[in-house]
């Protein structure tokens, strides 16, 4: 098994997430691209925007969320760290919902990246925050 080229898996990371934040759809499209074919997404909680999804279920949240924003996330990315194939990213997001109302999220992204691309997504967030600024209070 060849060893993992951690510094070419954070590039692909940031970007992927370059691709993300650029608030263009075909560049967005672009980022779920750099996704293996049967790569998963996984978001945990009791809300609706929790679970495990495949590739063609990211690519539609990626355009809900341009619908719902009045522009792109911008994302600070605080720290990457990378061993074999998992990249940790933290980070925090700063955007404004079509409505007017902000939000501001922290994270924390796993990645695991294999044959140069992304297998295998873990978000960490304030999933609490996130329901009550998507959906309302509780």
């Keep these: ?36 074919d049967d790569a998963t997404y996984w978001i945990p909680g009791d809300w609706p925007n929790a679970g495990t999804f495949d590739k063609a279920a990211l690519a539609k949240m990626v355009e809900v969320a341009t619908d719902i924003f009045s522009g792109p996330l911008e994302i600070d990315i605080h720290g990457v760290t990378a061993e074999g194939e998992r990249v940790a990213v933290e980070m925090e997001s700063h955007g404004t919902f079509k409505d007017g109302r902000p939000y501001n999220n922290t994270y924390h992204w796993l990645f695991v990246v294999r044959d140069g691309r992304i297998r295998n ?3 960490y967030t304030d999933t609490a925050y996130a329901n009550r600024a998507y959906y309302g209070p509780f």
């Excluded at 993992?4 to 672009?30: H, I, Q």
């Design 1 to 36: 098994m060849p060893i993992p080229d951690t510094e070419s898996n954070k590039a692909l990371v940031r970007a992927f997430f370059a691709l993300m934040n650029s608030g263009d759809p075909v560049k967005m499209a672009r980022a779920v691209d750099l996704l293996a």
């Design 121 to 123: 997504i873990k978000e």
